[in-house]
């Protein structure tokens, strides 16, 4: 996916109640790992990636570039939050020349279920409406993830369409923080 473009990066931390978003760092390497190894994590991703895979391809300090956060919750690792340019090709937009910022995340399954996901993902919308006043944002997830719809609703996401892709009906919502008025 194409990055976000032209920001200053990267940004301050970022800072919630209980959490830190920042830069990946080397300390981060085998959390990497788990996330894209788990299959509980990656059940609605397209499932885990084999962890050999990921310990030879994945370099000692994670890549680094915009729109990737570091989740970080008492100086350790629980997530990532992305915000990429959605790939014009794949079904769902609200822009006509497509290429909107698109939020993703992932948690460590010991860290669901106490609103970490919601937490993160509305600084890093906070950070995303300062650095680009008035720029939709999009989030996609499989239907069947109803924690993921649940999040992506209390973030205040409006459904826009329903499509299959990947071989399950996906969500497609929109948030953007132009107030609507009428």
């Known amino acids: 996916m194409a990055e976000l473009g032209p920001v200053i990066w990267p940004p301050a931390p970022l800072r919630t109640e209980r959490l830190v978003l920042r830069e ?13 190894a788990s299959s509980e994590v990656r059940t609605y991703l397209g499932g885990p990636r084999p962890r050999a895979e ?16 570091v989740v970080d919750h008492d100086g350790a690792m629980i997530g990532i939050v992305t915000l990429n340019r959605r790939d014009a090709g794949r079904p ?3 822009r006509p020349d497509a290429g909107e910022a698109e939020l993703s995340y992932m948690f460590r ?3 669901w279920g106490h609103g970490y996901a919601p937490e993160a993902c509305s600084a890093a919308l906070s950070w995303f409406a300062d650095a680009f006043p008035g ?3 999009v989030l996609c997830t499989q239907v069947a993830n109803d924690r993921s719809v649940r999040v992506a609703e209390k973030l205040g996401f409006t459904e826009i369409q329903r499509f299959e892709e990947f071989g399950a009906e996906q969500w497609f919502g929109a948030w953007s923080s132009v107030p609507r008025f009428g």
């Open 135 to 137: 720029e939709p944002v």
């Open 92 to 94: 769902g937009h609200v």
């Open 24 to 36: 990946p760092e080397a300390q981060d390497r085998a959390a990497f790992i788990d996330l894209f």
């Open 54 to 69: 990921l310990e030879s391809a994945m370099p000692e300090v994670p890549r680094r570039r915009p729109g990737v956060f």
């Open 109 to 111: 399954p010991e860290a």
